[in-house]
């Protein structure tokens, strides 16, 4: 079955640091999106991609935050200088359309 | 502002009970409902959708959802639940124009005792 991939699952970074999480979507959808979790509290959206161009973002989603993809296949979150409250669960989903997203396993971020 | 309600944070059950999660939603126009489950150290799997049509829903691990819109309901159900279904579940709404943006409670975690 098709799944969308995150790497790394978990990755430690000192406040201030920039960190790239990596997803791989399903190969034939068409819509990208990220969300969080911080321990506790609900799945939140972040920014949703089509067309390769943001379609989306919530408030959360500021200056620091940015979205590409760089070929054909990756699909990449960056935090550029990461705060404490960047500890999160960080979500990679994808979907042909308004059919129901996937989504990845998650990267665990931890930003101390 | 739209939202979604899981009234439960908690539910224990017995294997082999039945079980419903509640979920409500405020929305004003027709909502894109979902369900998913998140095992522990995994990610958000899709259990079911609905758009449209028949209000009774069926899902993948035997779960189904009925909706109701006179109650802004979309529970889930399972007939008998197994301890492999031990998880959190959210459920979500999906914001029309915005397609998968996608607005989620704050879970019910199920708790499965043998």
């Known amino acids: 079955e098709p799944e969308v991939t995150q790497t790394p699952s978990h990755q430690v970074t000192q406040m201030g640091q920039e960190v790239i999480l990596r997803c791989v979507p399903i190969?034939?959808?068409?819509?990208f999106y990220w969300y969080r979790q911080i321990l506790g509290q609900k799945v939140e959206f972040l920014v949703s991609?089509?067309?390769?161009?943001?379609?989306?973002k919530s408030e959360i989603f500021d200056d620091q935050f940015s979205v590409e993809r760089p070929d054909g296949s990756n699909f990449t979150l960056k935090i550029r200088s990461t705060k404490l409250e960047d500890s999160a669960m960080y979500f990679c989903?994808?979907?042909?359309?308004?059919?129901?997203?996937?989504f990845g396993q998650g990267t665990r971020l931890t930003v101390v | 502002a739209q939202s979604v309600t899981q009234p439960d944070i908690h539910i224990t059950v017995s294997e082999g009970a039945s079980l419903e999660l509640r979920c409500n939603y405020s929305?004003?126009?027709?909502?894109?409902l979902f369900w998913y489950v998140q095992s522990p150290g995994q990610g958000l799997q899709l259990l079911l959708k609905?758009?449209?049509?028949?209000?009774l829903v069926q899902g993948i691990k035997g779960f189904e959802a009925e909706f109701k819109r006179s109650q802004s309901s979309f529970n889930l159900r399972k007939p008998s639940v197994h301890w492999s279904d031990a998880a959190e579940y959210f459920c979500?709404?999906?914001?029309?124009?915005?397609?998968?943006?996608?607005?989620f409670g704050a879970g019910t975690r199920l708790a499965v005792h043998p």
């Open positions: 929305y004003g126009a027709t909502p894109y």
């Open positions: 989903a994808s979907s042909e359309g308004p059919l129901g997203a996937f």
């Open positions: 609905y758009f449209s049509g028949d209000t």
């Open positions: 190969s034939n959808h068409l819509y």
């Open positions: 991609f089509y067309n390769n161009e943001i379609s989306e």
């Open positions: 979500a709404v999906a914001v029309s124009g915005g397609y998968n943006k996608l607005i």
